[in-house]
């Protein structure tokens, strides 16, 4: 009679194979936008425009006049932009966890929600007068969240984008980095040092205020998460403070004065 040989059991990854897996993730999702956000940043240094004049565009059109193309592709890249998610989802699972691990889940609707509106709350007001006072100093560009045409779709997929770039953001930068940080034997303070580092490097396209108030966000947001043991109550609070940018620039631009805008 044959026997069915059975698979080996998995060994628990080393350091160092924890430290590849790392770098892995980090380079098919956010480290690789920090590195092109330096890139961006060495060449609008380089332009002869100040940084005040140039423009950065979040969530801009991708066929402009073919309104149904447009909104394909807005959806295949939020779709896309969340697939380093299941990615550090499958690792957990290979680990014999999930996603819960990190505190990404329902099981907690309310109080989620009531935290994450808290937060958005206190850091989203102060996180406008940083971009207002640095980009009329001349050291960020004129972010413009929303570049979408006046279309039916435009604040739906707003939204969709608010809340993708959310859960990407807290669930590998925060939860997952911090986690795979810690299990590699770094101390709390590097790993939170490491985590707001990265998290200002790939807004660092925007300016200096976008490095700075991004990684003081991050600070913020590690005690947060190592006071809760929760990812979710952070992506409540940044799709909150995302979705609040992004639709309203699309209804206010060039409507009010205080809101810096694109010269034509």
């Not at 380079?27 to 332009?47: C, D, N, R």
């Not at 004049?53 to 807005?74: C, I, Y």
């Not at 560009?141 to 929303?146: C, D, E, G, N």
């Not at 570049?147 to 939860?175: F, Y």
């Amino acid at each position: 009679m044959t026997t069915v040989p059975t698979a080996p059991e998995t060994a628990q990854p080393t350091r160092r194979l924890l430290g590849v897996e790392l770098l892995i993730v980090l380079g098919l999702s956010l480290g690789a936008s920090g590195i092109g956000a330096l890139i961006s940043f060495a060449g609008s240094l380089t332009e002869p425009l100040k940084l005040g004049q140039q423009v950065a565009t979040l969530n801009g059109s991708r066929a402009p006049g073919r309104p149904w193309l447009d909104l394909a592709w807005q959806l295949y890249y939020i779709g896309k932009g969340l697939m380093p998610v299941v990615l550090v989802g499958y690792l957990l699972v290979r680990e014999g966890v999930s996603l819960r691990v990190l505190g990404f889940d329902l099981r907690q609707k309310l109080r989620d929600l009531g935290r994450g509106a808290a937060v958005a709350a206190a850091i989203g007001g102060s996180g406008l007068a940083l971009y207002l006072a640095s980009q009329a100093a001349g050291y960020n560009l004129t972010v413009a969240p929303s570049g979408l045409p006046d279309v039916w779709w435009r604040v739906p997929v707003l939204v969709l984008s608010a809340w993708q770039n959310a859960i990407l953001e807290e669930v590998v930068v925060l939860g997952y980095l911090l986690r795979r940080l810690t299990q590699r034997g770094w101390s709390w303070p590097a790993a939170v040092a490491a985590s707001s580092v990265l998290r200002g490097s790939y807004h660092l396209y925007q300016g200096v205020g976008g490095l700075v108030g991004n990684m003081v966000m991050g600070a913020v947001f590690c005690l947060l998460y190592r006071r809760w043991g929760r990812v979710m109550p952070l992506v409540v609070a940044h799709a909150l403070i995302d979705t609040v940018a992004f639709v309203g620039y699309a209804l206010l631009a060039g409507h009010v004065s205080w809101l810096p805008t694109p010269t034509p």
